[in-house]
């Protein structure tokens, strides 16, 4: 069992939006700014795609949004693409014992 | 951009010692923090230990026992080695740095390499 929360699938059509939510405690997700998504496609390395809640690294379109409130932080795609199809894992700091802990992951389908 | 290859044995027989490196290709090693994450078949991603260049180090409790991440600043490279290990240490190992200055996920990560435990 995952220490975070995620939903197993999301789906939309190309063009949607489509959020994922990703549910903590006020130990981590709720508790400090350091929650991150990564996005998985099929025999490929995590990628990061939105860091510190709502940061985007270099290169990240702005079709990829994060935000949080409470202990539940979210991930938006918007104007979906057929790339877009993956798994996306949310990633919270939990002190320095468990300093990154993880969600089970979402699998996005591009319907 | 930051490049990170790992290698490793690819089988390893249960109650040995898992043993992988992870070499920066491009960037040094200094001055950073580095991490091991592995993901089992099919499941999710697990944080297993970080590193920092000058050495000192971080493990996740589960782990801690059987855990030891060590680096190599001459050679531009850190490794991972986790002993007595069993079918359920079979994953894709990557390695990964730190992103800064916050240091609190990860910013480029290698492509991984899958170590099978068995006999």
């Keep these: ?111 | 951009q930051v490049q990170l290859q790992e290698s490793g044995p690819g089988l390893v027989k249960p109650s040995e010692t898992l043993s992988v490196t992870c070499t920066v290709s491009t960037g040094s090693i200094s001055g950073y923090f580095w991490t091991w994450i592995r993901q089992s078949p099919g499941k999710g991603l697990e944080w297993i230990g970080y590193i920092h260049y000058s050495g000192s180090t971080n493990y996740n409790p589960s782990l801690k026992s059987r855990v030891t991440i060590s680096v190599d600043t001459s050679k531009n490279q850190f490794s991972l080695n986790l002993t007595s290990v069993s079918a359920a240490d079979t994953a894709v190992y990557y390695c990964a740095r730190l992103q800064p200055p916050n240091n609190r996920n990860f910013d480029y990560c290698g492509q991984g390499t899958l170590v099978t435990v068995s006999s």
Excluded at chain 1, 19 to 28: M, N
Excluded at chain 1, 86 to 92: L, Q, V, W
Aim: proline residues 6%; neutral net charge; hydrophobic residues 25%.
């Design chain 1, 1 to 111: 069992q995952s220490a975070l929360t995620q939903p197993p699938s999301a789906s939309g059509s190309p063009g949607q939006s489509v959020t994922i939510s990703c549910t903590g405690t006020s130990s981590d997700v709720g508790g400090n700014n350091y929650v991150s998504w990564y996005q998985q496609h099929p025999g490929n390395a995590p990628k990061l795609v939105i860091y510190e809640i709502r940061n985007r690294p270099s290169g990240v379109p702005d079709r990829f949004s994060g935000s949080k409130f409470g202990n539940t932080a979210s991930l938006t795609v918007s104007g979906l693409q057929a790339d877009d199809e993956a798994d996306y894992y949310c990633s919270s700091h939990a002190g320095h014992n468990n300093f990154m802990i993880f969600g089970g992951g979402t699998k996005l389908t591009v319907l």
